[in-house]
């Protein structure tokens, strides 16, 4: 079974543009979770999708934002790109059936902001 | 205080030696345990996971869960110099997929 993808690996971009990064999840995952990592601050929750809704929201401003779509892939979006948002962005994808099931994480967008 | 702390290291051990990792967490509706292994530039991957009260062991891992105190444990027998990798806590509620990780634990094992 293909493991979770991401598009694009790495992304460059200047301050005050926007971005979208694209997350496709193990075939039958419905859950999809955005987790972006920094050194300073490690490894952050942004959002998880379910179901084409947003279940659970972390601690983030609203210039970032998801979707997912009916065949569960999911993108995340960040507008008015600031230097901070310089990061590795995973999405990580579950069956999220029960709370004990593993998330599985793909190989991340390494997003520079200049 | 962190919802989850773990001793940030690095840790450095030899050769076939056993590596602990520590890890606490401050939110007791806590049901779900994870380790996750990162080796440097790649993503996160799953070791264990771990939902009850004590041991629970794959090959060379064991892991340690003691809700009352709050505080759960990665041991690494006959460590390898593929085993060092940074370690990262996980800790997910009840029927919420959010999960809270620790900043891991940076283990480095010498030839």
């Known amino acids: 079974k293909a493991g979770v993808t991401q598009t694009p690996r790495y992304l460059i971009k200047t301050r005050g543009q926007q971005v979208t990064l694209s997350c496709s999840p193990i075939?039958?995952?419905?859950?999809v979770s955005w987790y972006q990592q920094t050194p300073g601050q490690g490894l952050q929750f942004l959002f998880e999708?379910?179901?084409?809704?947003?279940?659970n929201k972390g601690n983030f401003p609203g210039r970032f934002s998801g979707r997912q779509f009916s065949n569960s892939r999911s993108e995340m979006n960040v507008s008015t790109l600031e230097l901070g948002d310089s990061a590795l962005y995973l999405c990580?994808?579950?069956?999220?059936?029960?709370?004990?099931?593993?998330?599985?994480f793909g190989p991340g967008t390494r997003l520079t902001v200049l | 205080q962190k919802e989850v702390e773990q001793n940030s290291g690095p840790l450095s051990v030899p050769e076939g030696a056993i590596a602990s990792l520590n890890c606490t967490y401050s939110?007791?509706?806590?049901?779900?345990f994870f380790w996750y292994r990162q080796y440097s530039g790649k993503s996160p991957e799953l070791i264990m996971s771990?939902?009850?009260?004590g041991d629970k062991e794959d090959g060379r891992f064991t892991a340690q869960l003691n809700k009352a105190s709050q505080y759960v444990s990665l041991l690494i027998r006959d460590s390898q110099p593929s085993d060092s990798a940074t370690y990262l806590c996980?800790?997910?509620?009840?029927?919420?997929?959010?999960?809270?990780f620790g900043a891991g634990t940076r283990l480095t094992v010498k030839p």
């Open positions: 996980a800790v997910k509620r009840n029927n919420n997929n959010d999960m809270r």
């Open positions: 990580a994808s579950s069956l999220a059936r029960f709370s004990t099931d593993t998330q599985y």
């Open positions: 939110d007791r509706g806590s049901q779900s």
């Open positions: 075939s039958g995952h419905r859950s």
């Open positions: 999708y379910f179901s084409e809704t947003q279940r």
């Open positions: 771990i939902y009850s009260n």
